[in-house]
């Protein structure tokens, strides 16, 4: 209890807001002591983790930590629970499954840690009538934050622990290799995979091929972690699957390969939101990829091909990571993005010049030439679109012509302005290339059945 404290000159709901204020002010301060007295709390109700090592233990801290810090902000903020409030402990429930940790003592430890925390506020909330009423006005909240981090942990485990068995991680491994040699599964265990993967190779379902790999090459110290990160990324896609499959998703050496299937009702265009979804969910765990996504292939023979369209395409990704998918591109855009320094040299150096002030100026001129084009040749369409005067619009088109020389009422000349800008705006640069050679380094990165399932 904080010394001089006194709630006696407030009304009764003013009173409890305040004591629900200390109290949360003074759990918020004593984190780290909590913490601590959680794990020893675990460590002596529970068994497994009391044999677990040093770095085992402070990792588990770390995540009593940062729970202890989600569920105050909640509190104090008088809000739900969000995914992103708990993002950490996805990754937290995969290495709970990996050091082989059971499901019924891995939500036990969390029980524990929860009831820690909720003592130690009845404690603080003290004898007074506010106090007792402001713990109680936190119940709900605090029930509502471990019913939904618990479920969201508990389901993370079940679904890495599906995905990680040996024996699925070994099959899905071996039909990725046959696929990608262009060879077709006929029987056995590699066919019903195949098959529950949705990838019948009796069928012409389409499919695309997905690799992703991680923005940041890996120091010597940092292959352990991020091959943590690699598997935890290959669970998050796996997910990707609707209709009762799930999607084919591999860690092949330092690249994630996986072969999504699109169900009835399910164009390209939703599957690539789904992807961009997806790696957003991993950037706020700290996972940051690069996606290279294929164009749409009919049935599992056309997947070589594929696969080196996703590659290629990793190029096209900035260096602090995103998707970059063929069926959101169009075969214009694919074609400027493809070119060299000389297909630049060839574009007149006025247009060139206006491109580059325009841009410094905020880009209006480059804005009226798309919408120009847009319109089909219509001003008055154009300039509605743009939201300005048609006889502002008329300006902006004898300036364009007075710089560059070509008129835009000129399919020739509208098309050398319209390759001239996307040339502008697709600058590649080399970070996609690098992280290509780094994903096809065998020596880096290898994490194989064996070792991926060895507890750390």
Known sequence: ???????????????????????????????????????????????????????????????????????????????????????????????????????????NAYRVGQRIFWESLVERAGPTPAGREAALSLAMSQMRYCDFASTHAANAYMEFQQYASAEALRESRDLLETLLAGGTPIRGRELATAQAHGLAPDTRTPLLVVIAVLVAAPAAAELDRDAEARHAACAAIARLGGNGTRTLSVVRRSEIVAIPVLGPGTGPEELCDRLQGVLDGLATEGIRLAMGVSTVSAG??????????????????????????????????????????????LVDPRITALLAEDRARGGVLTATIRAFAAADLNLRSAAEHLQIHPNTAQYRLRRIQERTGRSLRSINDLVELLVAIALQDSLPTNAGRERLATATNEGRGVADVRSFHEPR
């Open 1 to 107: 209890m904080s010394g001089g404290f006194s709630t006696e000159t407030l009304t009764g709901a003013e009173a409890v807001r305040a004591e629900r204020a200390r109290i949360l002010s003074e759990l918020l301060g004593d984190v780290p002591r909590l913490a601590d007295t959680a794990v020893a709390a675990i460590i002596a109700e529970i068994p497994a983790y009391a044999a677990q090592g040093r770095d085992f233990l402070a990792d588990v801290r770390d995540q009593v930590v940062r729970h202890y810090r989600a569920k105050l902000a909640v509190l104090l903020e008088e809000r739900r629970v969000t995914p992103e409030d708990i993002s950490f402990s996805r990754r937290a429930a995969m290495r709970r499954a990996r050091a082989g940790v059971a499901l019924t003592d891995y939500m």
């Open 300 to 345: 599992t023979a056309a997947i070589p091909q594929a696969y080196q369209e996703a590659r290629s395409v990793l190029d096209f990704v900035p260096e602090e990571g995103g998707v970059a998918a063929l069926p959101r591109i169009t075969p214009f855009q694919y074609l400027a993005l493809r070119a060299d320094d000389i297909a630049r040299h």
